[in-house]
């Protein structure tokens, strides 16, 4: 059973451009949750989707960030016009149900020059 | 909204000493996990705690949740040098459908 599958690991944007960053849950597991990783930071909750529909997207930026996860197909993280500021680690995990154990992806490394 | 913390975010061992480090929630929790990172990589899952007073072992590494379910603990002894990462905990909040929320992580560093 493959694990969490993240791609690309390493994307290099210049200002301006669009990332997307892709994840393929785990087999069986339809929640799928984005998060953000800042140098030397914790976790930052963005967004949690389940198939088809975005079910808490608190952590997201209200710009230029968007999310879906549809119904064949991995979930793609998007941003739009990326800034120096949004180079991070963007993981993806995944989990059955909503309270159960999360799987990590590893993680898709953004730096925007 | 739920809170997790996790004070302090680094802390410093010689190998071979005890760690202890400590996580709580602004709300009681109907579980606790633990994850590790270790430089460069990302989240494992180590443990889940579920049951008030919980105490679970994994080698040299203890975890416990708090009586009241809003604590609690990670505990490893003698440190090694493959310790060294960041651990996370996360809590889920009582009621249907909540989801996880992670602390900010402790990094642990190891002095040989």
């Known amino acids: 059973n493959a694990g969490v599958m993240q791609n690309p690991r390493h994307l290099v944007r210049r200002r301006g451009q669009e990332a997307r960053l892709r994840c393929s849950p785990m087999?069986?597991?339809?929640?799928v949750y984005w998060y953000r990783q800042l140098p030397e930071e914790g976790l930052k909750f963005m967004v949690y989707l389940q198939k088809e529909n975005i079910i808490d997207e608190s952590g997201m930026p209200k710009e230029r960030f968007s999310a879906e996860f549809p119904k064949e197909g991995p979930s793609i993280l998007r941003i739009q016009q990326v800034v120096r500021g949004d180079s991070a680690a963007y993981f993806c995990?995944?989990?059955?149900?909503?309270?159960?154990?999360?799987?990590f992806g590893p993680g898709t490394r953004l730096t925007v020059l | 909204g739920q809170q997790v913390m996790q004070i302090p975010q680094y802390q410093h061992v010689q190998e071979g000493e005890d760690f202890t480090t400590y996580c709580n929630s602004s709300t009681t929790l109907s579980n606790i996990q633990w994850y590790k990172q270790r430089p460069g990589g990302h989240p494992v899952f180590l443990i889940q705690?579920?049951?008030?007073?919980e105490v679970k072992k994994q080698k040299r590494l203890t975890f416990q949740f708090g009586e009241a379910k809003k604590n609690s603990s990670l505990h490893i002894t003698a440190t090694q040098t493959t310790d060294v990462g960041t651990y996370f905990c996360?809590?889920?909040?009582?009621?249907?459908?909540?989801?996880?929320?992670f602390g900010k992580g402790i990094t642990l560093s190891v002095r040989p």
């Open positions: 705690l579920v049951k008030s007073g």
């Open positions: 996360a809590g889920e909040a009582t009621g249907a459908n909540s989801k996880l929320t």
């Open positions: 087999k069986g597991h339809s929640h």
């Open positions: 995990a995944s989990s059955p149900t909503v309270s159960d154990t999360q799987y």
